[in-house]
């Protein structure tokens, strides 16, 4: 939860970024879904050149995805945390997607 709030919290402050699911840490599981103005897959490749791993698709929730008034052609933006996940990393992260957006 402590790494995932400065997230969340950039997230919440950048327009061009939403964020599906609650909107807490404490309510969340340790993936993140984002609607971006940019298409997820550039944003993915983006990360990749920056050897930041992400996904980008619809994960086979079309249904959810449509229902939240998105096209599940585009799919989302997804970020995990994984045990290992360091606060530079999230640092580094939140670098990236600002010079991206």
């Known amino acids: 939860e402590s790494l995932m709030e400065p997230l ?10 939403r964020l599906l699911g609650p909107k807490e ?6 993936t993140l879904a984002l609607k971006t103005q940019i298409a997820p897959q550039e944003i993915v490749a983006r ?7 992400s996904g980008g698709d619809n994960f086979y929730g079309q249904r959810p995805i449509e229902a939240m ?28 997607i600002d010079d991206i957006l």
Request: overall charge neutral; aromatic content about 6%; cysteine-free.
């Open 69 to 96: 008034g998105l096209d599940a052609d585009i799919g989302v933006l997804r970020l995990s945390f994984v045990h290992y996940t360091t606060e530079q990393d999230i640092a580094r992260l939140i670098d990236a």
């Open 47 to 53: 990360l990749a050149d920056r050897k930041i791993a």
């Open 8 to 17: 969340l919290e950039y997230i919440k402050s950048k327009n061009s970024l």
């Open 25 to 30: 840490a404490k309510d969340r599981a340790p």
